[in-house]
């Protein structure tokens, strides 16, 4: 609208002729063209900002699981480093390294004012070599190989493994190797985690209800303990109780524990010994081998396969190594379960509050003033919010819970430390200023004739606001309760202190009663970020998985946050023309 | 809905008898329904506002008790004197149950602190020696006796507290209160139903040490405990009668093959003590490293012992003014305090600091670093926590005051409530939870007291506190540590001060960005345009804190870390370029530059910055070789190079703009002609070679006053540049402004957009042109909506953490260097309060940083609020 102006009003003053008033044009300077030109930098930095930002993220999160290509470099010195190239940067060698060098590349990085660049190897094998990566600086190559042979492998333990096969075993008798694709092979490999996961789910799913049931049984010893005394007839009688359960219990766990021997004897026999680059040699359980591959010898196919694959495990599997490896699936499910019960309780206390602003309160300075403060509670920093959290809700309600209705677990807390329903109530207040101002606005917009109207056919005030005004506004309120939904998935710093862990070991939903656990921690994308990030072991090698849950991050909350907006153009599309 | 309109369509029928009526009654479940509605909205609405004022009240409560001093729960009096009487020492145990006295004669005596019942213990055998000295470690467990034939002897009272079944206590107990019996030996305390605390005194003495000469008594002894488990040592140091100061070491060996044990004794004599000195006190350190005796009238005579055989008399100090004697003198727990108390009633804190005008002969002198609140009457006796710096006086007149030294406060006041009883000793219980005196006499007075936070007062978390082993005071926050001596310390200013450093630096970047986007956005592109770059930028507000704060600090610090020089030069270049292309922008003839005035002008800027943006990066060597003499790393540390162009680079915006404001009244009036010519191209010539000019006179003008600058001495280095870390706040602001533009953007460009589209078709038709309108209508118009877009940024600034948590390097320092870190009041809540017990002093200094933060933010949203409110009314108007 603006330029069509500009051009209407100056168009004239410069196509006018030039007989017609020499003197009398525009003074250069008034046209502020210098800095008009800072203003509109101003504007494409921030444009290059956010594009140059969500490219890096992007491109840095969907490369992550496209299998590279393995690269032996074999250094002047002897030394070989055969892994994948990792990144490249240009950095300042010393002074002393440059000396050792040969005149030529002196001269060169001589050209380069003093940069040489060098590349960055992801070895694996932590085990053997006890370093993940190693830089190689351009002027040590001697030679670049991709040998066909070299594989790849993804293992449950110690990380990646560079190298190739030496042998494997089936029930402890040795197989002639003829490649990955060799069906025995794929079948063994199969088989052992088969078992491994058949393992795995006795450990955590029968032999957790075992471990569950002893525990309640204990806990309701304690209880009457505490509240009979140890002398008591019913103490006696639950002692009697526990032990004849203790003993049944018992007899299934060691059941379960002979099953889970038969199963681990029999992963033992499959065994794949491996070489690395040097010929060191290492033998590991099919059943701890997560993937291998020929990363110089593949097809499209099967690239994608694995790609696929990686990104299958990423999004349903359980984290591994410190969190650096495997997938973020008890995140995901964290940030979701937080998310939805921060809804229901943000939703309706939302609504309410603005309900009763807007339709109930007399208007005055009061609620004028009540209105300012809730719109500034929306810019209170969310960290303020966590510190209110943990001592609130944790210790205060949460330690009020546990001695009234959890005395027996004492000392231990149940409620009485951050958990799940902290964490969404925390940041139910956090966001209930943003539902509330959007329910607000929402409502205001609803035409007063609409009201009136209602009023007048003789409906009652809450006949008006249930059939004619929250209908109207639920756009409006759809928007603000989604928009608080993407502020909450993506919040981290009031978490920290309410109930987020790096590590939990079960999820808040499970099939042990009450099937929700609204005391446990839980495991966040957020945090997941920073605690890979800053806390692992090796940072660097935390990197790829940081981009790639940062990518699913981001994409979820603008998967939310576009959802808001769809909801509302629909929504309102749907009332359009339904006004006076 | 139906039902109401086809009654009305009834009352206009003109028989309206015929029907039959219909009730007119509304139906109660709708009233009822209604009345629901109304409590329920009523109750949620004002329960919601209540919930969210109560967080700023639920902050307030558990921060309140970081200021109420200590209070006392409960006092007692025991009418039995202590059997003895004239008691050296006295120590309570840890449950305040038992109370240990030592008289005059080394006889020990325990009691009941309660009842005042006597306990019988076995007696030390003294063998007869009369007693002339005595020595006590701070938590009274180890003792040693000086005789007046001139030996030592180190003894050890044990109060030991063991937890045994009920089952297990012998019959026939004599009841003292309802949990407490006894069996005249030990006390027996019911903790629970099934188990009982069994306290009672293991007594211990050690060999005979012939310290002194024979026949000459010993006046006054300290001593420590070192070595190790297989051959410990026992340093002390003695003074005897003749006035000769003694250090002595005895060392025993325990022969591996035979087990026997041999104690060796070596003694070495302290120089310099004057004849005839009346010794008051000798003090030893831990480490027997320093020796202090100190005389009657409070002269202190400091050796350095680190030479065992060869002490060194370090320096000799009055700590007491006149003719005033001392009343007490004890260390604080890790001697690194000394407090001296007078007969006059003042209560001084020394620390040993090492000082460049110190005369002394090891640079360390006692330095007087607290002076506390004195006594009306003469101090008698003194006590000091086990656990922290807490201290109790007794003073003449009755009054037994507890001290914090750090704090300067006398934490609590307390006085018997009936007499003026003449103290001897004081006991702080080892839990900082009781106090018990006795007096001359024998008689006991023991209080039941609640001290929680006795360090903090609002004077520590906002003022300059001095603390232990610092030159001066200052502002520290330092929460924890590895040695149990440790005082946590806990100012606020330098969490305030990283907070404002972030907030500061980050806005200096965003705010230009921020409103020169905004302004262009809403006045100089097709809305199109605008429709497509607006959510774009607005994207960025969505991006999770946590992402920002990864990409800042391990992909973004490293790289900036590698280019810093580019990125200065950039910030040169850029702007620099931008107005280089306007330039030349301007040669174009008028109909094309119109026509491509829009996006294409647009894109074309783009482009501008891309371009500059890599010459930055070409560039940065060679300007790294010119104004930081090639390594910009090693300048900032002031190691090489001279500042003076970088001076001049930071006064080069300010001089240009003041060059160009007073060229515009006199140089350029002259020119105006031909800028206004009808030659187009002449007149931009002349313009782009004003420029050039003013740029050429702006900098050798800078570079001229830098010379002058740093001439007298204003050095940038050392301020706002200093050494570089990786992680640091050139890093935090960049990133925050991912955070902070979107915000400041969207609310100044909305405010942009409000000003009524009448004042902007007004000003054009009056024939200003765009930027004429922009800056002298739309800006002013919409100047309040900008100002508070600028406070809710800030507002952002000050609360975000996830960013500083993670690239700001969280070291509280407080300086403006640009290329260190820092660590803000956010960061510190979310890095220490998983960490900090509940209730504990931390965790109340975390509560109150978040309150701050609260009130910070919410005064800065008020205030943006209120403007906001105060545009929305004017812009009404118009």
Redesign the interface.
């Given at each position: 609208?603006?330029?069509a102006?500009?051009?209407t009003?100056?168009?004239p003053a410069?196509?006018v002729p030039?007989s017609q008033s020499?003197?009398?044009?525009?003074?250069?300077?008034?046209?502020?063209?210098?800095?008009?030109?800072?203003?509109?930098?101003?504007?494409?930095?921030?444009?290059?900002?956010?594009?140059g930002?969500?490219v890096?993220?992007f491109s840095n999160g969907v490369a992550t699981f496209i299998p590279k290509p393995l690269t032996v470099v074999t250094a002047i010195d002897g030394t070989v480093t055969a892994g994948e190239p990792f990144r490249s940067?240009?950095?300042k060698p010393t002074p002393e390294e440059i000396a050792t060098l040969t005149p030529d590349w002196q001269e060169r990085i001589k050209a380069e004012?003093g940069y040489a660049s060098r590349t960055l190897y992801r070895m694996g094998n932590f085990d053997i070599y006890g370093e993940d990566f190693r830089w190689v600086p351009d002027f040590a190559v001697a030679k670049f190989e991709q040998p066909k042979n070299l594989l790849f492998f993804e293992r449950m333990e110690w990380g990646a493994f560079v190298g190739t096969v030496k042998s494997f075993k089936i029930d402890g008798v040795d197989q002639a190797f003829a490649g990955l694709g060799d069906p025995k092979f794929t079948k063994v490999h199969a088989d052992s985690r088969e078992r491994a996961e058949a393992i795995r789910n006795i450990e955590r799913g029968d032999i957790g209800a075992i471990n569950h049931a002893l525990d309640v049984e204990r806990l309701a010893l304690r209880k009457i303990e505490l509240s009979a005394?140890?002398n008591s007839a019913e103490f006696k009688a639950a002692q009697d109780r526990l032990n004849s359960v203790s003993g049944d219990l018992q007899k299934r766990y060691d059941a379960l524990t002979a099953e889970v021997q038969k199963l681990r004897a029999a992963n033992a026999g499959n065994t794949l010994t491996l070489a690395e680059i040097g010929g060191r040699e290492k033998t590991i359980e099919f059943s701890y081998l997560v993937r291998a591959y020929a990363a110089n010898d593949m097809n499209l196919a099967q690239t994608l396969g694995v790609y696929f694959s990686r990104w299958w495990e990423f999004l349903s599997a359980e984290p591994r190594e410190a969190n650096t490896e495997g997938g973020v699936f008890p995140a995901i499910f964290g940030t979701a379960a937080m998310t939805l019960l921060m809804v229901i309780v943000v939703a309706?206390?939302?609504v309410?509050?603005?309900?009763?602003?807007r339709?109930?309160?007399k208007q005055g300075r009061l609620v004028s003033f009540?209105r300012?403060?809730?719109?500034?509670?929306a810019?209170?920093?969310?960290?303020?919010?966590?510190?209110?959290g943990?001592?609130?809700f944790a210790?205060m309600l949460g330690g009020s819970i546990d001695s009234l209705f959890y005395p027996e677990r004492l000392p231990n807390p149940t409620f009485g430390t951050g958990g799940l329903l902290w964490a969404a109530l925390t940041l139910a207040?956090l966001t209930?200023?943003v539902v509330?101002v959007a329910t607000e606005e929402a409502l205001a917009a609803v035409p007063r004739s609409t009201r009136e109207g209602?009023l007048a056919?003789?409906?009652?005030?809450?006949?008006t606001?249930?059939?004619i005004v929250l209908p109207r506004a639920m756009p409006g309120v759809m928007t603000g309760v989604i928009l608080a939904m993407?502020r909450g998935?993506?919040?981290?710093?009031p978490l920290?202190?309410v109930g987020v862990v790096k590590l939990a070991p079960q999820l808040p939903v499970d099939g042990i009663f009450p099937f929700v656990h609204l005391e446990r921690s839980f495991m966040h994308l957020?945090?997941h970020?920073?605690d890979v990030?800053?806390q692992s072991r090796n940072?660097e090698a935390g990197?790829p998985m940081?981009f790639v849950t940062?990518v699913l991050?981001?994409a979820l909350?603008?998967l939310v946050?576009a959802t808001a907006i769809i909801v509302r153009s629909r929504l309102k599309k749907r009332f359009a023309g339904s006004q006076f | 809905?139906t039902?109401?309109?086809e009654s009305s369509a009834a009352d206009v029928s003109p028989k309206p008898a015929q029907r039959p009526r219909r009730s007119m009654k509304?139906a109660r479940s709708?009233?009822m329904?209604?009345k629901?509605?109304?409590w329920?909205?009523?109750i949620?609405?004002?329960?919601?506002?209540a919930?969210?004022?109560g967080?700023m009240m639920?902050?307030g409560l558990?921060v309140v008790p970081l200021f109420t001093g200590a209070s006392v729960e409960g006092s007692a009096m025991s009418d039995k004197a202590v059997a003895g009487g004239h008691p050296l020492m006295d120590i309570v145990d840890e449950y305040k149950t038992l109370s240990v006295s030592i008289d005059e004669a080394g006889a020990v005596h325990a009691f009941h602190i309660k009842t005042g019942t006597p306990l019988e213990i076995p007696p030390y055998d003294l063998g007869g020696k009369t007693l002339t000295a005595f020595a006590r470690t701070l938590n009274g467990r180890d003792i040693a006796y000086g005789f007046s034939d001139g030996s030592l002897r180190l003894a050890t009272v044990k109060v030991a507290g063991v937890v045994i079944n009920t089952t297990d206590v012998p019959a026939g107990l004599k009841q003292l209160t309802p949990e407490d019996f006894t069996d005249g030996k030990a006390v027996y305390t019911a903790v629970s139903?099934?188990q009982t605390r069994r306290i009672s005194v293991d007594l211990e003495l050690g060999e005979v040490d012939q310290v002194a000469p024979e026949g000459t008594a010993i006046i006054a002894a300290d001593y420590r405990l070192g070595g190790s488990a297989e051959r410990p040592t026992v340093s002390f140091v003695t003074v005897d009668a003749a006035g000769v100061g003694r250090l002595s070491r005895s060392e025993s060996k325990t022969n591996m093959m035979t087990g026997a044990t041999t104690t060796s004794l070596t003694s070495s004599e302290l120089p310099g003590l004057p004849k005839g000195v009346v010794v008051r006190n000798v003090l030893m350190t831990d480490r027997a490293d320093q020796v202090f005796v100190i005389d009657a009238g409070g002269i202190v005579y400091r050796y350095d012992t680190r030479e065992f055989e060869a002490p060194v008399l370090a320096e000799t100090t009055d700590l007491l003014p006149g003719d005033v004697t001392v009343g007490a003198v004890s260390f604080l727990i890790g001697q690194q305090s000394l407090v001296v108390a007078g007969s006059d009633g003042s209560v001084n804190v020394f620390f040993r600091l090492q000082k460049a005008e110190a005369k002394t002969a090891d640079g360390y002198m006692l330095t007087k670093a607290h002076t506390l609140e004195p006594h009306t009457g003469a101090v008698v006796a003194m006590d000091a926590s086990q656990r922290g710096k807490m201290f109790v006086t007794a003073a003449a007149d009755g009054e037994i005051w507890l001290r914090h030294p750090t704090s300067e406060q006398v934490v609590l006041k307390l006085k018997p409530a009936e007499g003026k009883p003449a103290y001897r000793a004081v006991a702080l219980a080892p839990r900082e939870n009781g106090i018990l005196a006795v007096s001359d006499e024998g008689k006991v007075y023991a209080w039941d007291i609640s001290a929680q936070h006795p360090e903090t007062t609002l004077t520590t978390i906002f003022g300059k506190v001095w603390y232990e082993g610092y030159p001066e005071p200052g502002y520290t926050w330092q929460s924890s540590a590895s040695t149990e001596a440790f005082e946590p310390k806990f100012s606020l200013v330098p969490l305030i001060f990283g907070t404002l450093k972030a907030t500061f630096y980050s806005l200096l970047f965003a705010i230009?960005?921020?409103?020169?986007?905004a302004?262009?956005?809403?006045?100089?592109?097709?809305?199109r345009v605008r429709a497509v770059?607006k959510p774009?930028?607005e994207?960025?507000a969505?991006?999770?804190?946590?992402?920002l704060?990864?990409?800042a600090?391990?992909?973004l610090a490293p790289i900036i870390e590698?280019w810093i020089a580019a990125v200065f030069f950039a910030f040169i270049v850029?702007?620099a370029g931008?107005?280089f292309?306007?330039?030349l922008?301007?040669l174009l003839p008028?109909?094309i530059a119109?026509r491509y005035?829009?996006l294409p002008?647009?894109l074309l800027?783009?482009a501008?910055?891309g371009l500059f943006g890599y010459l930055a990066v070409l560039g940065a060597?060679a300007f790294e070789a010119v104004f930081f003499a090639g390594d910009l790393h090693a300048w900032a540390n002031g190691a090489i190079g001279s500042s003076v162009p970088f001076t001049a680079m930071i006064a080069f915006p300010f001089v240009f703009l003041a060059l160009y404001l007073s060229a515009e009244e006199t140089v350029?009036r002259y020119l105006?002609?031909i800028?206004?010519?009808?030659d187009?191209t002449r007149?931009?010539f002349t313009?782009l070679a004003r420029?050039v000019a003013t740029l050429v006179i702006a900098a050798a003008l800078s570079y001229a006053l830098a010379m002058v600058l740093v001439g007298l001495g204003l050095d940038p280095r050392g301020g706002v540049v200093s050494t570089y870390v990786q992680r640091n706040t050139l890093v935090v602001g960049f990133a925050m402004?991912?955070a902070v533009?979107p915000i400041i953007?969207t609310i100044s460009e909305d405010a942009l957009n409000t000003v009524p589209?009448h004042l902007?078709?007004a000003s054009?038709?009056c024939?200003?042109?765009?930027?004429?309108t922009a800056?002298n209508v739309i800006v002013p118009t919409a100047m309040s909506g900008i100002f508070s877009a600028i406070m809710?940024g800030m507002?952002?600034a000050?609360?975000?953490?996830?960013i500083v948590?993670?690239a700001a390097g969280n070291t509280p320092v407080m300086e403006w260097n640009v290329f260190n870190g820092l660590r803000a009041l956010?960061a510190n809540?979310?890095v220490e309060?998983?960490e900090a017990v509940?209730d504990s002093t931390l965790f109340r200094m975390?509560?109150l940083a978040?309150l701050t933060?609260?009130v910070i933010?919410?005064i800065?949203?008020?205030l943006a609020?209120?403007v906001r409110?105060r545009f929305r009314k004017r812009t009404a108007q118009l």
């Amino acid at each position: 609208m603006m330029s069509a102006m500009t051009e209407t009003v100056a168009a004239p003053a410069d196509t006018v002729p030039m007989s017609q008033s020499a003197g009398r044009r525009t003074d250069l300077r008034s046209r502020g063209e210098p800095a008009l030109w800072s203003l509109g930098g101003a504007l494409a930095i921030g444009v290059v900002m956010i594009l140059g930002f969500l490219v890096l993220v992007f491109s840095n999160g969907v490369a992550t699981f496209i299998p590279k290509p393995l690269t032996v470099v074999t250094a002047i010195d002897g030394t070989v480093t055969a892994g994948e190239p990792f990144r490249s940067e240009l950095y300042k060698p010393t002074p002393e390294e440059i000396a050792t060098l040969t005149p030529d590349w002196q001269e060169r990085i001589k050209a380069e004012n003093g940069y040489a660049s060098r590349t960055l190897y992801r070895m694996g094998n932590f085990d053997i070599y006890g370093e993940d990566f190693r830089w190689v600086p351009d002027f040590a190559v001697a030679k670049f190989e991709q040998p066909k042979n070299l594989l790849f492998f993804e293992r449950m333990e110690w990380g990646a493994f560079v190298g190739t096969v030496k042998s494997f075993k089936i029930d402890g008798v040795d197989q002639a190797f003829a490649g990955l694709g060799d069906p025995k092979f794929t079948k063994v490999h199969a088989d052992s985690r088969e078992r491994a996961e058949a393992i795995r789910n006795i450990e955590r799913g029968d032999i957790g209800a075992i471990n569950h049931a002893l525990d309640v049984e204990r806990l309701a010893l304690r209880k009457i303990e505490l509240s009979a005394g140890r002398n008591s007839a019913e103490f006696k009688a639950a002692q009697d109780r526990l032990n004849s359960v203790s003993g049944d219990l018992q007899k299934r766990y060691d059941a379960l524990t002979a099953e889970v021997q038969k199963l681990r004897a029999a992963n033992a026999g499959n065994t794949l010994t491996l070489a690395e680059i040097g010929g060191r040699e290492k033998t590991i359980e099919f059943s701890y081998l997560v993937r291998a591959y020929a990363a110089n010898d593949m097809n499209l196919a099967q690239t994608l396969g694995v790609y696929f694959s990686r990104w299958w495990e990423f999004l349903s599997a359980e984290p591994r190594e410190a969190n650096t490896e495997g997938g973020v699936f008890p995140a995901i499910f964290g940030t979701a379960a937080m998310t939805l019960l921060m809804v229901i309780v943000v939703a309706p206390f939302g609504v309410l509050t603005a309900l009763y602003l807007r339709e109930y309160a007399k208007q005055g300075r009061l609620v004028s003033f009540v209105r300012i403060s809730v719109n500034n509670l929306a810019g209170v920093p969310s960290i303020v919010y966590g510190v209110f959290g943990l001592g609130f809700f944790a210790y205060m309600l949460g330690g009020s819970i546990d001695s009234l209705f959890y005395p027996e677990r004492l000392p231990n807390p149940t409620f009485g430390t951050g958990g799940l329903l902290w964490a969404a109530l925390t940041l139910a207040l956090l966001t209930v200023p943003v539902v509330i101002v959007a329910t607000e606005e929402a409502l205001a917009a609803v035409p007063r004739s609409t009201r009136e109207g209602s009023l007048a056919c003789g409906a009652s005030k809450w006949q008006t606001i249930r059939y004619i005004v929250l209908p109207r506004a639920m756009p409006g309120v759809m928007t603000g309760v989604i928009l608080a939904m993407a502020r909450g998935a993506g919040e981290v710093a009031p978490l920290m202190l309410v109930g987020v862990v790096k590590l939990a070991p079960q999820l808040p939903v499970d099939g042990i009663f009450p099937f929700v656990h609204l005391e446990r921690s839980f495991m966040h994308l957020g945090f997941h970020i920073f605690d890979v990030g800053f806390q692992s072991r090796n940072a660097e090698a935390g990197k790829p998985m940081v981009f790639v849950t940062t990518v699913l991050l981001i994409a979820l909350v603008t998967l939310v946050n576009a959802t808001a907006i769809i909801v509302r153009s629909r929504l309102k599309k749907r009332f359009a023309g339904s006004q006076f | 809905m139906t039902a109401p309109a086809e009654s009305s369509a009834a009352d206009v029928s003109p028989k309206p008898a015929q029907r039959p009526r219909r009730s007119m009654k509304t139906a109660r479940s709708v009233l009822m329904a209604d009345k629901v509605a109304d409590w329920t909205i009523r109750i949620g609405g004002l329960g919601v506002i209540a919930a969210v004022f109560g967080i700023m009240m639920f902050l307030g409560l558990v921060v309140v008790p970081l200021f109420t001093g200590a209070s006392v729960e409960g006092s007692a009096m025991s009418d039995k004197a202590v059997a003895g009487g004239h008691p050296l020492m006295d120590i309570v145990d840890e449950y305040k149950t038992l109370s240990v006295s030592i008289d005059e004669a080394g006889a020990v005596h325990a009691f009941h602190i309660k009842t005042g019942t006597p306990l019988e213990i076995p007696p030390y055998d003294l063998g007869g020696k009369t007693l002339t000295a005595f020595a006590r470690t701070l938590n009274g467990r180890d003792i040693a006796y000086g005789f007046s034939d001139g030996s030592l002897r180190l003894a050890t009272v044990k109060v030991a507290g063991v937890v045994i079944n009920t089952t297990d206590v012998p019959a026939g107990l004599k009841q003292l209160t309802p949990e407490d019996f006894t069996d005249g030996k030990a006390v027996y305390t019911a903790v629970s139903a099934d188990q009982t605390r069994r306290i009672s005194v293991d007594l211990e003495l050690g060999e005979v040490d012939q310290v002194a000469p024979e026949g000459t008594a010993i006046i006054a002894a300290d001593y420590r405990l070192g070595g190790s488990a297989e051959r410990p040592t026992v340093s002390f140091v003695t003074v005897d009668a003749a006035g000769v100061g003694r250090l002595s070491r005895s060392e025993s060996k325990t022969n591996m093959m035979t087990g026997a044990t041999t104690t060796s004794l070596t003694s070495s004599e302290l120089p310099g003590l004057p004849k005839g000195v009346v010794v008051r006190n000798v003090l030893m350190t831990d480490r027997a490293d320093q020796v202090f005796v100190i005389d009657a009238g409070g002269i202190v005579y400091r050796y350095d012992t680190r030479e065992f055989e060869a002490p060194v008399l370090a320096e000799t100090t009055d700590l007491l003014p006149g003719d005033v004697t001392v009343g007490a003198v004890s260390f604080l727990i890790g001697q690194q305090s000394l407090v001296v108390a007078g007969s006059d009633g003042s209560v001084n804190v020394f620390f040993r600091l090492q000082k460049a005008e110190a005369k002394t002969a090891d640079g360390y002198m006692l330095t007087k670093a607290h002076t506390l609140e004195p006594h009306t009457g003469a101090v008698v006796a003194m006590d000091a926590s086990q656990r922290g710096k807490m201290f109790v006086t007794a003073a003449a007149d009755g009054e037994i005051w507890l001290r914090h030294p750090t704090s300067e406060q006398v934490v609590l006041k307390l006085k018997p409530a009936e007499g003026k009883p003449a103290y001897r000793a004081v006991a702080l219980a080892p839990r900082e939870n009781g106090i018990l005196a006795v007096s001359d006499e024998g008689k006991v007075y023991a209080w039941d007291i609640s001290a929680q936070h006795p360090e903090t007062t609002l004077t520590t978390i906002f003022g300059k506190v001095w603390y232990e082993g610092y030159p001066e005071p200052g502002y520290t926050w330092q929460s924890s540590a590895s040695t149990e001596a440790f005082e946590p310390k806990f100012s606020l200013v330098p969490l305030i001060f990283g907070t404002l450093k972030a907030t500061f630096y980050s806005l200096l970047f965003a705010i230009p960005i921020a409103l020169g986007a905004a302004i262009y956005t809403s006045e100089f592109v097709h809305h199109r345009v605008r429709a497509v770059v607006k959510p774009t930028m607005e994207l960025m507000a969505s991006l999770p804190s946590v992402v920002l704060g990864f990409i800042a600090a391990l992909i973004l610090a490293p790289i900036i870390e590698t280019w810093i020089a580019a990125v200065f030069f950039a910030f040169i270049v850029i702007p620099a370029g931008l107005f280089f292309s306007a330039y030349l922008w301007q040669l174009l003839p008028g109909p094309i530059a119109l026509r491509y005035g829009d996006l294409p002008k647009f894109l074309l800027i783009f482009a501008a910055l891309g371009l500059f943006g890599y010459l930055a990066v070409l560039g940065a060597p060679a300007f790294e070789a010119v104004f930081f003499a090639g390594d910009l790393h090693a300048w900032a540390n002031g190691a090489i190079g001279s500042s003076v162009p970088f001076t001049a680079m930071i006064a080069f915006p300010f001089v240009f703009l003041a060059l160009y404001l007073s060229a515009e009244e006199t140089v350029t009036r002259y020119l105006g002609f031909i800028l206004r010519g009808p030659d187009r191209t002449r007149a931009g010539f002349t313009d782009l070679a004003r420029w050039v000019a003013t740029l050429v006179i702006a900098a050798a003008l800078s570079y001229a006053l830098a010379m002058v600058l740093v001439g007298l001495g204003l050095d940038p280095r050392g301020g706002v540049v200093s050494t570089y870390v990786q992680r640091n706040t050139l890093v935090v602001g960049f990133a925050m402004g991912f955070a902070v533009i979107p915000i400041i953007y969207t609310i100044s460009e909305d405010a942009l957009n409000t000003v009524p589209e009448h004042l902007r078709a007004a000003s054009l038709a009056c024939g200003a042109t765009p930027w004429q309108t922009a800056t002298n209508v739309i800006v002013p118009t919409a100047m309040s909506g900008i100002f508070s877009a600028i406070m809710v940024g800030m507002g952002r600034a000050v609360g975000e953490t996830m960013i500083v948590v993670m690239a700001a390097g969280n070291t509280p320092v407080m300086e403006w260097n640009v290329f260190n870190g820092l660590r803000a009041l956010s960061a510190n809540i979310a890095v220490e309060l998983s960490e900090a017990v509940r209730d504990s002093t931390l965790f109340r200094m975390l509560f109150l940083a978040a309150l701050t933060l609260f009130v910070i933010t919410f005064i800065v949203n008020t205030l943006a609020e209120m403007v906001r409110q105060r545009f929305r009314k004017r812009t009404a108007q118009l």
